[in-house]
């Protein structure tokens, strides 16, 4: 008779640890019913990045991020909304559930992985650095003594102050709300270049060949993906399978030779 009531405790206890493990997975995969619910997604960006996302001449929230996320609502039977945010304090918006997702050039980091998720990555890029065209500076060397310009909270930012080796030898890191302001200021000779992802840098020079070149040097590689809040695992999911969905049909592609003039989607 104990082994009876011994066994039938356990098999309670089990039984009481498999609902509460389902009913923690259904808590955590009703995010995407949620958004479903909603009708919509909201993305959270800097509208002064291009391409990846800005305003047109119209006003427009227009780019290569803004074209992937319309797709990737439309798959998932959604509206997606663009809330332009601080980009120091898109995580935190993010966090505090002002907005669903951060689509807009975001590169994985590992400090960025403690406080967030991401999707599958679906670019690669580089820090680049960016100097006048008539700029005696050659290489990283050269840059001893010098004023760097970055967008504060930004991957470049990262990236250079992981340099321990070059960012020692500089006169001054001077912090810009966002790429466009420290390219005029390199422009107006206030500093002397600017650390930039290249996906950026090259599609501003690619318009400005006259004023800017890019040195052969650079500061690391990295990946850009979609950040999303960790406990939206439902919602992240889905979004992968969308992105796969969307390369191996050739939208991805199509969308990035709108954007770069050749498809470099990591498929």
Same mark, same amino acid.
């Given at each position: 008779?104990?082994?009876?009531?011994?066994?039938?405790?356990?098999?309670?206890?089990?039984?009481?640890?498999?609902?509460?493990?389902?009913?923690?997975?259904?808590?955590?995969?009703?995010?995407?019913?949620?958004?479903?619910?909603?009708?919509?997604?909201?993305?959270?960006?800097?509208?002064?990045?291009?391409?990846?996302?800005?305003?047109?001449?119209?006003?427009?929230?227009?780019?290569?991020?803004?074209?992937?996320?319309?797709?990737?609502?439309?798959?998932?039977?959604?509206?997606?909304?663009?809330?332009?945010?601080?980009?120091?304090?898109?995580?935190?918006?993010?966090?505090?559930?002002?907005?669903?997702?951060?689509?807009?050039?975001?590169?994985?980091?590992?400090?960025?992985?403690?406080?967030?998720?991401?999707?599958?990555?679906?670019?690669?890029?580089?820090?680049?650095?960016?100097?006048?065209?008539?700029?005696?500076?050659?290489?990283?060397?050269?840059?001893?003594?010098?004023?760097?310009?970055?967008?504060?909270?930004?991957?470049?930012?990262?990236?250079?102050?992981?340099?321990?080796?070059?960012?020692?030898?500089?006169?001054?890191?001077?912090?810009?709300?966002?790429?466009?302001?420290?390219? $005029? *200021?390199?422009?107006? !000779?206030?500093?002397? &270049?600017?650390? /930039?992802?290249?996906?950026?840098?090259?599609?501003? =020079?690619?318009?400005?060949?006259?004023?800017?070149?890019?040195?052969?040097?650079?500061?690391?590689?990295?990946?850009?993906?979609?950040?999303?809040?960790?406990?939206?695992?439902?919602?992240?999911?889905?979004?992968?399978?969308? $992105? *796969?969905?969307?390369? !191996?049909?050739?939208? &991805?592609?199509? /969308?990035?030779?709108?954007?770069?003039?050749?498809? =470099?989607?990591?498929?």
């Amino acid at each position: 008779m104990k082994k009876n009531y011994v066994l039938l405790v356990s098999a309670l206890i089990l039984l009481l640890i498999s609902f509460t493990g389902c009913n923690q997975k259904n808590t955590e995969d009703k995010s995407l019913e949620k958004i479903r619910e909603k009708g919509y997604f909201v993305v959270g960006l800097d509208d002064n990045f291009p391409p990846m996302g800005f305003r047109d001449k119209s006003g427009e929230i227009v780019g290569f991020d803004i074209d992937m996320a319309k797709e990737a609502a439309k798959r998932m039977g959604v509206e997606v909304k663009f809330k332009p945010v601080d980009w120091d304090g898109v995580i935190l918006s993010l966090k505090k559930k002002d907005i669903d997702l951060i689509w807009n050039g975001l590169t994985v980091t590992e400090e960025r992985k403690k406080q967030i998720s991401f999707s599958k990555i679906y670019l690669s890029n580089r820090q680049i650095i960016i100097v006048n065209k008539d700029s005696n500076i050659n290489s990283k060397d050269d840059l001893k003594g010098k004023i760097i310009g970055v967008q504060l909270g930004s991957s470049s930012e990262q990236a250079l102050n992981s340099d321990k080796d070059l960012i020692e030898t500089l006169k001054n890191v001077r912090k810009y709300s966002n790429n466009t302001e420290a390219l $005029l *200021d390199l422009k107006a !000779k206030r500093i002397d &270049a600017v650390v /930039i992802d290249e996906i950026v840098g090259r599609y501003y =020079i690619a318009k400005r060949q006259d004023e800017y070149r890019i040195l052969e040097e650079n500061i690391g590689d990295e990946s850009y993906a979609v950040g999303i809040k960790k406990e939206d695992v439902s919602f992240r999911e889905e979004l992968d399978r969308v $992105l *796969d969905e969307m390369k !191996k049909d050739g939208t &991805a592609a199509e /969308i990035s030779k709108k954007w770069f003039g050749e498809d =470099i989607v990591i498929k």
